[in-house]
């Protein structure tokens, strides 16, 4: 028992697994380096192995110092100690895991610019650690070459092999070296005893820091003869190096002199990634302004910087400077990119909990960066993650003061969509794109809110998608904006397979054919083709009734169904929307020239954004025609919320809805004041804006639908018993309506007066009366037949055709159609049934205040809107 003790192998008590010794290495060494991981965390590490055994004395001698050099000496260019353990038979070293640059020469890219600036630091790394050991710690390495430094997992080089490390004032005389490969590297005054006196403390390990320039662009030097040849070191090296490998020792420089000589402009050690990395060690003691110019510059450099060292030196240090610095939102730009060098358990590990911290950020310029970005790691957040802990905080901007970030907000969705659970997208997301397409005061997120409703689509619930996509996008086709009307017309294109024939027939095309004598050509061209697309839609299945099916095989299911026939002929569809947002205008400080009608007809487009959101099939059309339309005139193009100058961005003056420079201050032709007096009626109470009654309850629909239906029957039976004397009876005034709305109804009564003049048997409609089928959004089922007796097809075309006129109203969902009030033949069941729904209506108003009071009384979030 006692023996085993003793006999056990001691070699087990250390923490470390030695596996497979790196080839090559041995031959310039007394030691064996081996790849090895430690026991308990498995990080790996290098372990260098000597054998006291199979050794002399010298060697063993040698060994131990080297050790003992390697504990004392600490240094960020000296190889990184970790442990060590002496046995009677073995010695090991621990160190950071590493590889011998001779060995790693075969790594290194081909690529001229990057190796380039990969050598500079290199070389700049060893230099300082030689400077570091002449002048401040008086030693002389003595063993300077391609096998005494090492390379770790950051690319960077590490001086090692402290064998021969002596004193700098002590004998001058280069030792005698073990094994006998190494004495290429001796200096010229080892055989030559004359040349001693001239030697300084630094010359015998500038003369191995020429060797080690040679070898860097050459290789591995064979015989010293070698060296003369120039003809790869680059020619703001090439005087240096001359001087470093001079047969006289007194010549060489002072490693010292050659950091300050090559740091110069246009020396060989200043370039963007030596600059880099010397700024991030330095970063502790950098100002504020040095850290935001250098963050907004260095995405830049990035492509030509290696990869090893992209991943292991500069992201780090760019995550502890947002963590524990003052980077600011600077250093999201750089973070990003670099992250997609991570796998993914990495990323998750590393980069997740930082996205995570900053999406809580109360900074407006730091909410805009992310945003912006969001398509670099959206891919690698687990859709939990957005749910529960990115999703409640990217809401927060639909609410913000800030135009920027209400617009950004809207095309983050984009991206978000995919991962976001029922509840999030088809509730919160579509009531809040309610509220923003009905009431923002900027046309551009208006435009861009239609612009993402249409994309997200394909991710939308079947029964949400089929109640809402209609309405919103004929409601964006009265937007006083003419590139919102242009939003609307292309989003039906580009959701055509969404829609049932008959709800293209009846809702669809009424409404876009009021869009044919749009004011704007930039309008009407779309509408047009849009129109055409849809007929034959229709045309097609009036041909081949079984084509209905096939059709309209998308509606109704989650994911649209690759190869669906329609993608067959809509290439229409395909041509007609675009990926690419509306251009809106920013409302910065900068001055700018007042926009023009024809400067709204040429928006300026935003960035693609990432396909990988987007449906992938064919029958789910995500590219959008461009909203870019020609101008004669591009000297007064507007500004925009674009990705420069954030941080000069004046944050508080973006809300000011009556800056004229709007979009709303300025519309094309005659149309500056309908969109003004259009925007200043909009109230409060966006609660009251859920698409098709997103959050009522579906026994409440069908009630609600059942009385509907009543009503509609109690109209007919009553208005159908007055028409033979209607035209005798005088009307009550009607309400004051605005200019808009007057000119828009005058142009459709000369289209209507005419017919309806023809018809004697029925009864006559008084113009003025007209607007009031517009009173209310209509639907399929609400007919104009209670209204004018059949005098004009069942369907709700005249209210769609009321360009303009109701563009702003609080929802989506199908209109109540009230009946033209006959005054003295009063039916007590109707007036039963309207008391009744004025009740309803009084109550929803008051649990709207309610909840809108309740909501004013909790704390307010940084950028909201106070109610």
Known sequence: MMWSFFSRDSSKDFPYDIGEPVGGFDAYSIWTLHKAKRKTTLE??????????????????????????????????????????????????????????GSYFTKLATDNVQKGLYLAWGIFQITRALSFLNNDGNLRHNNVSAWSVFVNASGEWKLGSLEYVSAADGNPMPPVKIPVTLEVYDSPEKNDQSKLKAATKCSVDMWGLGCLVWEAFNGVLKQRSNLKDIEHIPKSLQSLYCELVGASPSNRPNPADIITRCRKPGGFFKNDLVDTLLFLEEIQIKDKAEKNRFFSGLTTHLDNFPDNVCKHKILPQLITAYEYGDAGSAV?????????????????????????????????????????????????????????????????????????????????????????????????????????????????????????????????????????????????????????????????????????????????????????????????????KTIRGFLGKLEKVSEDPSLRETMEADVHTATPSIGNAAATWAGWAVTAVTAKFYRSQSDSSRPRPPLTGRNLSKPASLEQPSSSSL?????????????????NDTSASASDYGNNDWDNENWGEMDTSQDPSSPLAASSNNGTSMAANALNEVRDGWDNEEWGSLEEDPCEEEEQAEQEQQQQQLARQSISSTTSSSHHHQRPPLPQQHPHQQLLQQHELNDLIEPLAKLNSHAMLRPKELPNLSSSNTSPTSTATANCNNISPPSSHLNNSTHNANWNSDSWADGEFEPLEESGLGNAKLDEARRKREEKKLQRQRELEARRAQRATGPMKLGAKKL
């Open 332 to 528: 999201l730009a750089p973070m990003f990119k670099l992250g997609k060098l991570l796998d993914e358990v990495e990323y998750q590990k590393r980069i997740v909990p930082c996205v995570v911290k900053l999406f809580a950020s109360t900074d407006r310029v730091t909410r805009s960066r992310l945003l912006q970005q969001l398509d670099l790691f959206i891919a690698h957040l687990q859709p939990q993650v957005v749910n529960d802990q990115i999703f409640p905080q990217v809401a927060h901007g639909f609410l913000d003061t800030n135009a920027t970030i209400r617009e950004q907000t809207v095309k983050s969705i984009i991206h978000l969509a995919p991962k976001l659970n029922y509840n999030n997208l088809n509730v919160e997301v579509l009531r809040h794109f309610a509220r923003l397409q009905a009431r923002d005061d900027q046309g551009g997120i208006r435009t861009n809110t239609t612009v993402c409703l249409g994309k997200i689509a394909p991710h939308l619930h079947p029964q949400v998608r089929q109640r809402v996509l209609v309405s919103a996008f004929v409601r964006a086709m009265r937007d006083p904006f003419p590139p919102a009307r242009v939003a609307g017309v292309l989003a039906l294109a580009a959701t055509q397979q969404y829609f049932l024939l008959s709800e293209v027939a009846n809702r669809v095309l009424p409404s876009l054919c009021s869009l044919s004598v749009d004011p704007e050509k930039t309008v009407r061209d779309p509408a047009f």
């Open 615 to 631: 449906s992938t099939t064919t029958s789910s059309v995500t590219s959008m025609t461009s909203l870019e339309h020609e101008s």
């Open 44 to 101: 790996e590490v290098s372990v260098f192995v000597y054998d006291i055994r199979s050794g002399s004395d010298t060697k063993c001698d040698l060994a131990k110092a080297s050790l003992k050099r390697l504990k004392t000496l600490r240094h960020p260019s000296i190889l990184q100690y970790l442990d060590s353990l002496e046995t009677d038979k073995m010695l090991y070293v621990a160190t950071e895991a590493v590889d011998p640059l």
